[in-house]
């Protein structure tokens, strides 16, 4: 008879500090593979704490209210398949990222995490300390050897894990999206693959924490690095997969291959879910946003209609004398198109009334920015009070490059608790706008068809605080800038290899510049879900006083 061994993989999506809520995520799952006759159920890495849970899991009370619910999901699921749970585990002083399995209403094993990520948004070296390079744990007749996430990007504990016995690899993960790094994931797997003659089960949870999101797309590769099935990416789902063991070792039977959405999906669904995530973990359950007409305010209105629905989004318009007649019929097409509620609140009042009272001490001055900003804070004062007045969260409009470059009212535009765009240029904002027009999924909670005006898409960027004012009249054209910021930032590149690129210099010094005086607008600002190794936050992070400029 051919030995078979089945497990079922929790491609989940836990809360950072929801001991409870996630013990029951992880009762379920056994649950099904249970009924389902499995042999093991698995689940990511850190699942019963939550990932990214930082400092959290420091304090000592949570180490100890952490094991109370692993002690107690133990024995809850004593009579039936063993259960592999990733979670933070204190022994004496030090502190472990550890992947525990529980069975027979103990925990039986833990496999403690060796290479600690200290990197991009990872601080594990700062919180835990590095586990030594051990060997596989067994279910049944059976040994499976478990590196943690980053364990699997480096050769050594795969290959100790092989060498002492492993019949095949079980990945968990807390490993969250940017762009581009489905394929990044498969070849170092890939690659492990090779180097151990191993089978590969690569498990990665779902759902939004804080500026992170995480993608699923749970896969397996046989020998060779052939795949052999792929969950869907972003989905939370429970999926069975079946093992065979034959004359060359263990193989992992054919399934089901989801195939991945292209980039500009990725993104949007992790703006959507960024979202839709930030607002249930928090509590918040309805959002507000000033809609202006332009082309930032619209795509946020779409994501945050299809992250919530639309009877859990105002859109308030705010015109000043500065304000267009196209700019007003836009916004008022596109919140009725989506659905929303639509507020109409001039400040032209509340502008004059801020005026006489400054007027004594702004005597014999000249207008300039500062009343432009006054504007900008005006509108930011009303929506905070609508925000307080009917408990919405105000989610804030920034696209990356404005945030890059300090093109923004601190306490004014950049009011608000989150920001959906925060880590998409200006350029791909409007890519985005056009394929949300052209495409629709179940996942979207918002209307089908092109719900955002094309007049939005075309027209030339404007703040509107000033007569005939264009983005262009103070920064270089978008599709320039963006470019240098994504050498400046994203890629962490230089003046010369700007220059080198093809941009001015003087151009790219300019931007240089803004970059590091902004910086301190971004310490304070609102999060916003990452799309990009080079996000504003734990990905880059740079003193506010800072006098070095790039001499080259």
């Not at 992880?26 to 704490?49: H, N, T």
């Not at 059976?142 to 480096?154: K, L, M, Q, V, Y």
């Not at 092989?162 to 994931?185: I, Q």
């Not at 779902?206 to 052939?226: C, E, I, M, R, W």
Request: charged share 25%; with cysteine; net charge negative.
């Amino acid at each position: 008879m051919t030995d078979r061994f089945r497990i079922t993989l929790g491609q989940l999506n836990p809360t950072v500090g929801d001991l409870a809520g996630n013990a029951a995520l992880a009762r379920d799952a056994w649950q099904q593979g249970k009924a389902a006759g499995a042999d093991l159920v698995a689940l990511p890495e850190m699942f019963i704490s939550g990932y990214n849970a930082q400092d959290l899991v420091m304090k000592r009370a949570f180490q100890l209210d952490v094991m109370t619910h692993l002690e107690a999901l133990a024995a809850d699921c004593a009579d039936g398949p063993a259960l592999a749970i990733g979670a933070p585990w204190a022994e004496g002083a030090e502190l472990f990222n550890a992947y525990l399995i529980l069975k027979n209403g103990k925990i039986a094993s833990r496999t403690l995490k060796h290479n600690l990520p200290n990197e991009t948004v990872f601080d594990e070296v700062r919180i835990f300390d590095s586990g030594p390079l051990g060997g596989p744990y067994s279910v049944g007749n059976t040994r499976i050897g478990s590196p943690i996430c980053e364990d699997a990007w480096h050769p050594d504990v795969a290959e100790t894990l092989a060498e002492t016995g492993a019949e095949f690899l079980l990945v968990p993960n807390g490993s969250p999206y940017y762009r581009d790094k489905m394929e990044t994931r498969l070849n170092m797997m890939v690659a492990r693959v090779i180097e151990t003659g191993l089978p590969l089960i690569y498990l990665n949870m779902t759902g939004g924490q804080d500026d992170q999101v995480f993608d699923g797309a749970s896969f397996a590769l046989n020998p060779g690095g052939k795949l052999a099935m792929r969950l869907p990416a972003f989905d939370s789902t429970i999926a069975h997969v079946d093992l065979e063991r034959g004359p060359e070792g263990w193989r992992v039977l054919q399934g089901d291959i989801a195939p991945q959405p292209d980039d500009l999906e990725q993104d949007y669904r992790v703006m959507v879910q960024g979202l839709r995530d930030y607002m249930k973990k928090t509590g918040f359950k309805k959002v507000l946003l000033g809609l202006s007409g332009g082309i930032d305010s619209a795509i946020v209105a779409t994501i945050a209609t299809d992250a919530l629905g639309p009877d859990n989004v105002r859109c308030v318009m705010l015109p000043s004398e500065y304000t267009s007649q196209s700019s007003l019929d836009d916004a008022e097409t596109l919140a009725r198109t989506l659905g929303c509620q639509y507020d109409y609140v001039p400040i032209s009042a509340g502008r004059q009334a801020i005026a006489e009272t400054l007027a004594p001490l702004f005597k014999g001055t000249t207008p300039d920015l500062t009343e432009e900003n006054i504007q900008s804070r005006l509108r930011g004062l009303l929506l905070m009070a609508l925000s307080n007045k009917f408990g919405e969260m105000l989610l804030t409009t920034g696209n990356k490059s404005e945030v890059a470059v300090g093109y923004a009212t601190i306490y004014g535009d950049m009011a608000g608790g989150y920001n959906p765009i925060k880590d998409m240029y200006k350029t791909r904002v409007f890519d985005s706008c056009r394929w949300r027009n052209e495409h629709h999924r179940d996942w979207m909670m918002g209307p089908e068809g092109a719900v955002i005006p094309g007049n939005i898409i075309t027209k030339p960027p404007s703040a509107e605080l000033r007569d005939d004012q264009k983005d262009s009249d103070s920064l270089p054209d978008y599709p320039v800038l963006d470019a240098i910021l994504t050498i400046l930032v994203d890629d962490d590149g230089s003046i010369a290899d700007c220059v080198a690129a093809g941009f001015d210099r003087d151009v790219a010094k300019k931007v240089e510049h803004l970059i590091y005086i902004s910086e301190y607008k971004r310490f304070q600002s609102a999060p916003g879900p990452r799309l990009t190794k080079g996000a504003f936050w734990l990905d880059r992070r740079y003193p506010i006083v800072n006098r070095w400029r790039d001499p080259s």
